[in-house]
């Protein structure tokens, strides 16, 4: 789910390849499209306005600009990262690379590669994340910056557990340190 406070909207995804907008003011819902193949991660960038969306089995990633309700193409970084399994929640790093699209970066948690991967929206493969010290992902399901009390807002926070294990007791949230933009 992912909120777009100039608009006082949600955007959330459904594993049947929706994107829904909801009006939280009038309680109106639109179907955004229907068209996404099992759409997981999302993130709203403020200050370019745009959706990022991923398709978790595809490896790719769809941009949805949310002031023209227009799509972009296809982010396809699938045949680039045979490291990387399923493309799960991801974040951006630094800003949008508003020349090259393509170049913008994010961390992405990979839940079956046990992995928490650092990429561009073209598909190059940056490096993974470390865990913290003497530990090992097990199922890394989301990622945020740390907000709010008791949180580092400089650190980035991954949670585990769940995934495709219906009852799993494994659940929980890693702080990780910064993770800073590759200089490209």
Do not use: C
């Amino acid at each position: 789910m992912a909120l777009v406070p100039d608009q006082n909207a949600l955007y959330f995804t459904s594993e049947k390849g929706t994107l829904t907008k909801v009006d939280i003011s009038t309680g109106k819902v639109t179907l955004v499209t229907d068209q996404l193949a099992k759409p997981d991660g999302l993130w709203f960038d403020v200050s370019s306005k745009l959706l990022f969306v991923s398709e978790l089995v595809k490896k790719r990633m769809k941009v949805f600009d949310t002031e023209t309700n227009t799509f972009s193409e296809y982010y396809s970084f699938g045949e680039n990262l045979g490291k990387v399994h399923f493309i799960d929640d991801i974040i951006l790093v630094g800003d949008v690379n508003k020349e090259n699209l393509g170049k913008t970066e994010f961390v992405a948690a990979d839940w079956t590669g046990r992995a928490v991967v650092h990429l561009t929206l073209d598909g190059q493969f940056i490096k993974n994340v470390p865990p913290p010290d003497g530990i090992a992902y097990f199922e890394p399901t989301s990622v945020r910056r740390g907000k709010g009390p008791g949180f580092d807002s400089n650190s980035f926070y991954i949670t585990e557990g769940g995934g495709i294990t219906r009852h799993a007791r494994n659940r929980r949230v890693l702080q990780l340190g910064p993770v800073t933009t590759s200089g490209q």
